[in-house]
Structure formats: structure tokens, C-alpha cells
């Protein structure tokens, strides 16, 4: 069983940068394939950013391509997000989430192709 901790969030004027963390608790953590995912209010959790096991492989939403970026640190236990050029579409709740994956060069990037979810992390983009 995974714990995943979310950390970073809060609140920042548009055009602005946040770097959220997901920290994880197991001692396989590179066996797992993460993500993030994010909910606005009224609307459905929808995928951000996802990283495969070696933090070789990415892959992102169009909406955030070339703004926000995904990484791994392995050593940590911990995935990030780090966010630039905030928009204030960009509010919502941020999750980090995993999934157990035997191939090391597989991205998910459904919400239904994830195991273990965080309790989120609020960011809140002020125009």
C-alpha cells in the first residue's frame, strides 16, 4: 500500500510559477509509474502531466505543453510538477497519483489507469 502526500500549492497572480510536490511512502517507488491529475470546480478530474518509472518517458496535456513540466527523483520517493506561466484556467485541485508498472517505458494517462491517488493540493491563479 502507497501513501501519496501533495505539497506546494497556494495562491499566485497569473503568469506566475508553483512547484508542487508528491511525496511517497513504500519502497518501491520506482516501480511505479505516477502522474498528475487536477479538478476544477464542477468538472471532472482530468490528466496534467505523466512520468514512467525511470522518469525517462513523459507526457502532458496540450494545455499545459511547454508550460509545465514533470519529474522524478527516484533517491526521494518524490515526483514534481513544476508549473510556469500560470493561467487562471489553471485552478483547480492537484493530484499526484501511481500505478504499479512493469514496463519501464509506459506512461498512464487515464484516471482509470491509476491505483493510488493523493489528497490533492489546491492552486489558485489570480488575473
Known amino acids: 500500500q502507497l501513501r501519496l502526500v501533495e505539497s506546494g500549492g497556494g495562491l499566485v497572480q497569473a503568469g506566475g510559477s508553483l512547484r508542487l510536490s508528491c511525496a511517497v511512502s513504500?519502497?518501491?517507488?520506482?516501480?511505479?509509474?505516477m502522474g498528475w491529475f487536477r479538478q476544477a470546480p464542477g468538472k471532472e478530474r482530468e490528466f496534467v502531466a505523466a512520468v514512467s518509472r525511470s522518469g525517462d518517458y513523459t507526457d502532458y496535456a496540450d494545455f499545459v505543453k511547454g508550460r509545465f513540466t514533470i519529474s522524478r527523483d527516484n533517491a526521494k520517493n518524490t515526483i514534481y510538477l513544476q508549473m510556469n506561466s500560470l493561467k487562471p484556467e489553471d485552478t483547480a485541485v492537484y493530484y499526484c497519483a501511481a500505478v504499479r508498472e512493469p514496463r519501464t517505458k509506459v506512461v498512464v494517462t487515464t484516471t482509470q489507469g491509476y491505483d493510488y491517488w493523493g489528497q490533492g493540493t489546491q492552486v489558485t491563479v489570480s488575473s
Open positions: 513504500g519502497r518501491t517507488f520506482s516501480s511505479y509509474a
